[in-house]
């Protein structure tokens, strides 16, 4: 088995020959197909490479977005709070002024109202301490003036009564 001795230059040149045309119509039809499948392989890979990466930065993107809006919510919410409370103060001091204000009013009504009565009761006292008054004047100027003496008697001194005042 001496592979010098078997050499045929023939064969060896048929082979080479063969070995040529085989690797030409490899090339032709098959590397490049192959090839080709290879780098479409390899563009879409990086592709979805690219994808993974693009969908990464607008998830975070998204991320920020929802924490920027959280926050402007919340502001938002807090702001509206502090207005809701400064309005519930504010009513609650006006509603406050306001039935300060009514109970004043209702209290200078019932002083104007007593007053009247008041002066309406005293004036009612006057006329009937005047009218009694009157009655025991009439009786006891009846029995006074009875008698002659007595009449001189009571102008006497009603004349120095007035004198004196």
């Known amino acids: 088995m ?10 060896f040149f ?14 032709k039809f098959a590397w490049k197909p192959i090839l080709n499948s290879l780098n479409d392989r390899e563009e879409g890979i990086q592709g979805a490479l ?3 990466e693009n969908a990464k930065k607008e998830l975070q993107n998204l991320q920020a977005d929802n924490e920027r809006i959280i926050k402007e919510a919340r502001a938002e919410r807090d702001s509206m709070l502090k207005e809701a409370r400064v309005l519930k103060e504010s009513m609650i001091t006006e ?9 004043n009013k ?3 009504q019932a002083q104007e109202t007593i007053e009247g009565e008041k002066k309406a009761a005293i004036a009612e006292l006057k006329q009937q301490v005047a009218a009694i008054s009157i009655e025991i004047a009439e009786k006891v100027v009846r029995k006074e ?17 007035v004198t004196l005042n």
């Open 106 to 108: 209702i209290v200078a």
């Open 95 to 103: 509603a406050k002024d306001e039935a300060q204000q009514e109970a």
């Open 50 to 52: 690219d994808a993974a």
């Open 145 to 161: 003036l009875d008698n002659k003496e007595n009449q001189m008697d009571l102008v006497d001194s009603m004349l120095g009564d």
């Open 2 to 11: 001496d592979l010098l001795h078997d050499f045929s230059p023939g064969l």
């Open 14 to 27: 048929m082979q080479t020959i063969i070995l040529l045309i085989l690797i030409f119509l490899m090339r």
